[in-house]
């Protein structure tokens, strides 16, 4: 595969409207975080992506409340399915696939209001979009009204059979998040709020609407002081120097070492000293492979390394991580990333979701994968354009 076969996936996922599908054969469909994350991904190649999106996600923001898709005001979806066609199909097996849109993912809202700052900055006119921009500050008040539990935005399981039970982007990683109790904090999460509030604030100014909306900006200041203040002591392990992948209801956490910590090192969340644990981490080699960083280390139980999520090597996993090394300073590591898993994509010369690496370092075709893996992925296409353009 060359970035030429990546860029022609590009374009085969794109939509009528400009956004990026998915995935094929089976995700033909807007999905709010992978849609999002392909833009961030495509913002320096092709920024009408990233505004596409932001205008289709607007265009289906939560508005109301319902218990079934958990809509709720100013949320954004987790998938919106057009085909009637696959909608009946894919309902006979996921019976909540019937409503043709829902709102199961905790991470897509913050992720929103990320693109639309990075859009902001690379191209100002967006402001004037005045619609756009309430849609943003919508985001912003699900967060402080209806995601926030305590400091952290969490999420409550929806009800077993009609709903995701995990709703961050490890939606399939099963009794791991599943057997938490309500409501749940992932820690990757975390990064993306206090990155989206401090955005929203960046936003707010630059649209000259501090003074005329200073409580709501004062609300936004309030919860990223008080997300700074408790994310360290509820977080992070002493005995392992790293951070839970999640807390639960009573505030116990899931001890399970995977990437998701990662994802805070583009939050500006982390300080200097908390940001090199972190990376010391990750690039240990129950994580690190030939082929980019496993989503799980292989010393857990829960490990797999044909799983979906419970040991695979996701690309976009690893561009969020890369994204924020190079942010970091940490240039050479962020290449590092990229390297590996662009060799991974060549050698299975395609852009799937998610690939395998064997515990002694072999690469796993996807036909050997418990679940077979989309493939074009607009994700992995994504990361895979930048890591070989930039």
């Known amino acids: 595969m060359k970035i030429e076969d990546a860029r022609k996936s590009i374009e085969d996922l794109k939509s009528p409207e400009g956004f990026l599908y998915a995935g094929l054969p ?38 109301g409340f319902d218990q079934e898709t958990l809509e709720e005001p100013g949320k954004i979806i987790h998938e919106y399915q057009h085909d009637t066609e696959i909608i009946k199909s894919r309902a006979r097996n996921v019976v909540w696939l ?35 921009l309430d849609s943003v500050l919508m985001a912003i008040s699900w967060m402080l009204d209806f995601g926030f539990s305590g400091a952290f935005l969490s999420y409550m399981k929806a009800k077993i059979g009609f709903g995701l039970q995990s709703q961050s982007w490890r939606d399939g990683i099963g009794a791991v998040l599943e057997n938490l ?30 003074e005329t909306k200073y409580a709501f900006y004062e ?14 002591e509820n977080f992070y392990l002493e005995e392992t120097g790293f951070y839970a992948f999640a807390i639960d209801g009573d505030g116990v956490a899931e001890k399970t070492v995977t990437s998701d910590p990662g994802h805070l090192l583009f939050s500006g969340l982390l300080n200097r000293g908390e940001e090199k644990q972190v990376i010391d981490r990750i690039f240990e080699t129950d994580l690190l492979t030939d082929y980019g960083i496993r989503c799980m ?29 190079k942010n970091a300073g940490y240039e050479k590591l962020a290449a590092e990333i990229g390297k590996r898993v662009s060799s991974a994509l060549e050698e299975l010369n395609g852009v799937p979701e998610y690939f395998g690496v064997s515990r002694n370092g072999e690469l796993i075709p996807s036909r050997k994968m418990r679940i077979t893996p989309c493939d074009p992925q607009a994700w992995t296409a994504g990361a895979y354009n930048y890591f070989n353009s930039s």
């Open 98 to 132: 019937k409503h043709g849109k829902n709102y199961f993912s905790v991470d897509s809202t913050p992720l929103f209001v990320i693109l639309y700052h990075m859009l902001m900055e690379k191209n100002p006119r967006v402001l004037r979009d005045r619609e756009l």
């Open 26 to 63: 089976k995700f033909k469909a807007l999905f709010g975080r992978d849609s999002l994350i392909s833009s961030i991904e495509l913002l320096n190649y092709d920024s009408n992506i990233a505004n596409a999106t932001l205008h289709a996600l607007s265009s289906l923001q939560g508005s």
């Open 297 to 325: 280390s292989s010393k857990s139980t829960y490990f797999d390394e044909k799983a979906y999520q419970r040991g695979s090597v996701w690309p976009h996993d690893n561009f969020l991580i890369a994204l924020g090394l």
């Open 219 to 232: 609300r936004i200041e309030e919860s990223i002081t008080k997300l700074k203040e408790n994310f360290h």
């Open 181 to 210: 109790k309500d409501p749940v904090s992932v820690v990757g999460v975390q990064g993306y709020t206090f990155s989206a509030l401090n955005r929203g604030l960046k936003i707010m100014s630059k649209a000259g609407l501090k």
